[in-house]
């Protein structure tokens, strides 16, 4: 895979009926969708997930741990992936918890196929989306990290807004040595104008 190449989004489905996991593997395969089928919570929590764009179609009632349940569980570990819940005994205040909660869609069965693959599309397009940042603050990451010490006292100071001589004698150097550093922070951050060096700090801040 290349950089410019993505993997093809996979979507789990969690279920403790066979027949509706088997019924849900033929819709999804019919519209190009892979899928991975469990039939509990824990099943899932045992298998490795693809390095993919995702979404879990989540069933709310099982035996042990409720889709619900999982679902929070999920949020409180800062797990991104989308949900979309599927139930047969849904009513409207469990509809809204679910919604509230960050779930994308909240189907009652049976429900049309196309309403759920609706939410499976729109959950996979929020998870590309937050893929697609965390590979952008990762580059951010890595580039800070190839700043020295120096660079990296002068860059926090730039971004303040202190001219070159302020700089100079917080640091104990001389004013040379901060345009130096200073300009080797433009290029290793990829900063073109000074604004844009605080947009980046500011970014690496949330990223750290």
């Known amino acids: 895979m290349t950089a410019d190449t993505q993997p093809a989004p996979m979507v789990y489905v969690i279920d403790d009926d066979p027949s509706v996991r088997a019924a849900l593997e033929d819709l999804l395969a019919s519209v190009g969708l892979a899928a991975t089928l469990f039939g509990s919570t824990r099943a899932f929590l045992d298998s490795p997930l693809a390095d993919a764009p995702a979404c879990l179609v989540l069933d709310v009632r ?63 397009a929020v998870n590309e989306t937050h893929r697609a940042q965390n590979r952008r603050q990762d580059a951010l990451k890595r580039r800070y990290d190839a700043l020295s010490d120096g660079e990296k006292a002068v860059m926090a100071r730039v971004v303040r807004g202190l001219l070159n001589k302020q700089i100079a004698g917080e640091l104990g150097v001389s004013e040379i040595t901060v345009k130096v550093r ?27």
């Open 62 to 124: 099982m035996p042990g741990q409720s889709g619900m349940e999982f679902h929070r569980l999920l949020v409180e570990r800062g797990n991104p992936l989308p949900v979309v819940f599927i139930t047969g005994h849904g009513d409207i205040a469990m509809s809204v918890r679910a919604m509230k909660a960050g779930a994308i869609e909240f189907l009652a069965k049976p429900f049309d196929n196309q309403a759920l693959l609706d939410a499976i599309h729109r959950g996979i």
């Open 182 to 208: 200073r300009r080797q922070v433009m290029v290793k951050m990829g900063a073109t104008s000074l604004p844009e060096l605080v947009r980046l700090s500011d970014a690496l801040a949330i990223a750290t």
